[in-house]
């Protein structure tokens, strides 16, 4: 009975969430506090008693555009090194010290960070900041677990990449995408990059980025302020900050001169695939909330325009979505679509970019402009139900947006977002500009 009647309070929510404009919803700010420590650390924390758990994140400025030229994947490689040994832990010990006391623990790599987690119960806070310092401060860097966690993420790489029908394409979309910027290195990396790679390369990108100076502590959940902050001062803030600068990216992405098509094949692809995109702006600009309404009314969900028209009633394809990519360093509007069995390529193109130029030509109707901003938000507030969701949404708006304030702000520009808006993104970065067509098929296969 508790289940049943917690599905029907969701769904009641979400009847109402949908029915209202959220012009009218009053959303509580994430409240966040932060200071500096003197070896550079950034600690932000969210008090919350709600709950006896406690979600500890951190983050480190470093990101698959950071892996040195023919590197690639070595973020991501070092995602799995700092589960390994530390000076006074085993390998796997941070299992240990989440799982078997219920909590979890992972980590994740992204274009312009690395983050790390863990969900606990709140008396275990002492013993994760113990452990994190020793991540940080005390990481075993040896020839040992460079070699078994190169063999982890190659395979990783075969079975996220070359197994599945459409792993190649989603790989060769960033290949193909970016000319200059070092996006367009897969963050999973290659095998060929990483079987290239010495322990000497992966001790020096450990040296240069895994460092105090460049990492943002985030702490989410049941806590007594004073006790965190000491134990925070004790386990990370005695770690040396080296001293030395810190690289990061420079490359710009020049503007496309003209439109370019790639044509991708791959084995065993049962069906064509295409993806068109556009450069646009990063995530922190004024027109990200924008964008991100747009391509939902374009390709979110089974009510959207690419779904309604390629989907339901033309039966061109069988799958359609389009997402705003957006970036610490610049975005990416993509347009993508899995062909029905019987149709082409051509046909796909065709149809997508009608319906990408409609929202050129045609301002968007209010409904559909509320309906796309309450799919976003929904979303948002769902994920700050946690303290793991608050804290993600804090990091990212520190670490992608370079502003903690964006937590909240965002949303309040979100709700003000008009059709107008979304056509004037859409003029601005779509129309004129110079698309890339990614297409993808079995090869030796018709297009």
Not at 388 to 410: W, Y
């Amino acid at each position: 009975m508790r289940v049943r009647a917690l599905l029907i309070v969701l769904f009641l929510t979400s009847v109402a969430l949908s029915a209202a404009t959220v012009n009218t919803l009053t959303i509580p700010p994430i409240d966040y506090k932060h200071r500096t420590l003197a070896n550079g650390l950034e600690l932000y924390s969210i008090e919350d008693h709600s709950t006896p758990t406690v979600a500890i994140q951190v983050w480190y400025r470093v990101g698959s555009k950071n892996d040195p030229e023919g590197r690639s994947g070595f973020a991501h490689l070092f995602e799995h090194i700092m589960f390994k040994s530390t000076k006074h832990m085993k390998a796997e010990m941070m299992d240990r010290l989440t799982e078997d006391v219920g909590g979890e623990n992972n980590a994740n790599t992204g274009d312009d960070y690395t983050k790390y987690f863990e969900v606990i119960p709140s008396n275990y806070l002492e013993t994760l900041l113990w452990a994190e310092g020793e991540r940080l401060g005390a990481l075993t860097v040896d020839d040992a677990a460079f070699k078994s966690e190169r063999d982890v993420v190659k395979e990783e790489f075969r079975f996220r990449v070359l197994s599945p029908p459409y792993g190649r394409f989603y790989y060769d979309i960033d290949k193909d995408t970016f000319a200059v910027h070092p996006y367009k290195r897969p963050g999973i990396g290659s095998i060929e990059d990483l079987d290239a790679a010495t322990i000497a390369d992966v001790q020096q990108f450990h040296a240069t980025y895994y460092r105090p100076d460049n990492a943002v502590l985030i702490i989410a959940g049941d806590f007594d302020p004073a006790q965190m902050n000491a134990w925070v001062d004790k386990y990370l803030g005695v770690i040396a900050n080296p001293g030395t600068p810190i690289p990061r990216v420079t490359a710009k992405e020049p503007p496309r001169a003209d439109a370019k098509r790639f044509d991708e094949h791959a084995p065993n692809v049962p069906l064509p695939a295409v993806c068109i995109n556009w450069l646009t702006s990063s995530a922190s600009s004024e027109d990200a909330e924008a964008l991100n309404v747009a391509a939902a009314i374009l390709g979110r969900g089974e009510s959207s325009r690419m779904y309604r028209t390629m989907v339901y009633r033309d039966k061109i394809a069988q799958e359609v979505e389009a997402d705003a990519d957006l970036r610490e360093d610049l975005g990416v509007f993509d347009v993508v679509t899995t062909l029905a069995s019987g149709h082409t390529v051509e046909e796909a193109i065709k149809a997508a970019m009608r319906e990408v130029e409609s929202m050129e030509k045609i301002a968007p109707a209010a409904a559909e402009v509320e309906k796309a901003k309450n799919q976003l938000i929904t979303d948002e507030l769902r994920r700050r139900e946690t303290n793991q969701g608050k804290a993600t949404a804090l990091g990212t708006s520190i670490v992608i947006e370079h502003d903690a304030a964006a937590v909240n702000s965002d949303l309040t520009r979100l709700q003000a977002v008009t059709a107008a808006d979304v056509q004037r993104v859409m003029q601005k970065y779509i129309a004129g500009s110079k698309p890339y067509t990614i297409t993808y098929s079995a090869e030796g296969g018709a297009k």
